[in-house]
Structures are given as structure tokens and as C-alpha cells.
Nanobody, 124 residues
Framework: QVQLVESGGGLVQAGGSLRLSCAVS????????MGWFRQPPGKEREFVAA????????FYADYVKGRFTISREIAKDTVYLQMNSLKPEDTAVYYC?????????????????WGQGTQVTVSS
């Protein structure tokens, strides 16, 4: 059984930083395309970042490029999302996803497994 558990969310002032973690069990992150998505209040879930396993490549949504960094720690089967220069519009529930299909890693339908989400609130 594959389980994903996000942590690291919270309240931060604009310009601040947070690091989200996604601990994965039942699947090795070394052989899974992993993604981060977010769902702002009253909006649909949207793509944030992804990391593929072969080849190892990273992808970002334009609205976080240069501010967010996705990475993985294989020994811990954990994926991270480092978020810097946070803006109020980054406020959302952030979700981790696993087993993304190549060619569909920027879509919510491209993943088989999801975490429960962690709230990120950025105050102005």
C-alpha cells in the first residue's frame, strides 16, 4: 500500500520561506515520478513542480519558477519542496503525488497516489 504524508506547512509572512516534506511508503522515490500540486481557496488544484526518476529532471509551473525547488532524498524516500520568496498568492493546500505518468506529470490525472495535503498560508 502506497502512502504519502506531507508536513512542513504553516503560516509565514510574505517574503519568507518554508520547506515541505513528503514521506513516501510502499514506493521508492528513486523509481517514481513525484509531483507537488496546490489548491488555493475556491480554486482547482494546480501543478507546482515535479521530479522525474529516469532521467532525473525537474519541472516547474511558471508562477513558482525561480522561487521553489523540488528535490528528493532517496535514502529516506522523501520528496521536498523548498519555497522561497513566498507571496500571499501562494496560499493554498499543498499536495504531494506519486507515480506520475511520463507526459502527464503536470496534470492531476497523471498520478496514482496522493497525500492528504498541508496548509500553507502567506500573510501580507
Amino acid at each position: 500500500q502506497v502512502q504519502l504524508v506531507e508536513s512542513g506547512g504553516g503560516l509565514v509572512q510574505a517574503g519568507g520561506s518554508l520547506r515541505l516534506s513528503c514521506a513516501v511508503s510502499g514506493r521508492s522515490v528513486s523509481r517514481s515520478n513525484m509531483g507537488w500540486f496546490r489548491q488555493p481557496p475556491g480554486k482547482e488544484r494546480e501543478f507546482v513542480a515535479a521530479i522525474t526518476w529516469s532521467p532525473v529532471s525537474t519541472f516547474y509551473a511558471d508562477y513558482v519558477k525561480g522561487r521553489f525547488t523540488i528535490s528528493r532524498e532517496i535514502a529516506k524516500d522523501t520528496v521536498y519542496l523548498q519555497m522561497n520568496s513566498l507571496k500571499p498568492e501562494d496560499t493554498a493546500v499543498y499536495y504531494c503525488a506519486a507515480d506520475g505518468r511520463f507526459g502527464w506529470i503536470k496534470t492531476t490525472t497523471g498520478y496514482d497516489y496522493w497525500g492528504q495535503g498541508t496548509q500553507v498560508t502567506v500573510s501580507s
